[in-house]
């Protein structure tokens, strides 16, 4: 049993930043691979970015490559996903998840979520 838990959400004009955390209770093993996936009203839960523990391996959705950028803190347990150039269409709830298996683009793969939190970007 994994608790993931997200704070840093917020509301910010576009062009701003946010930076939101991601805190673990279990423990995330080197070879294990973290994420953020979003969801806005009326759309699925769409892939945002992903990081394998050690920090060896990211992966950004098309949409966030080179504004987002995806990291963590080990000694923490913690996830983090730094926005940056944020657009109204980042709006949405924003959740971490634990890799279980299969690709990581896919949120069928994850098997522990947090409750997200609230991004809400506006021009």
């Known amino acids: 049993q994994v608790q993931l838990v997200e704070s840093g959400g917020g509301l910010v004009q576009a062009g701003g930043s946010l930076r939101l955390s991601c805190a673990a209770s279990?423990?995330?093993?080197?070879?294990?691979?973290m994420a953020w996936f979003r969801q806005a009203p009326g759309k699925e839960r769409e892939f945002v970015a992903a990081?394998?523990?050690?920090?060896?391996?990211?992966y950004y959705a098309d949409s966030v490559k080179g504004r987002f950028s995806i990291s963590r803190d080990n000694a923490k347990n913690t996830l983090y996903l730094q926005m940056n150039s944020l657009k109204p269409e980042d709006t949405a709830v924003y959740f971490c998840?634990?890799?279980?298996?299969?690709?990581?683009?896919?949120?069928?793969?994850?098997?522990?979520w947090g409750q997200g939190t609230q991004v809400t970007v506006y021009s």
């Open positions: 990081i394998r523990w050690s920090g060896s391996s990211t």
């Open positions: 998840a634990r890799h279980y298996s299969g690709s990581v683009y896919e949120r069928e793969s994850f098997n522990f």
């Open positions: 279990g423990r995330i093993f080197s070879g294990d691979f």
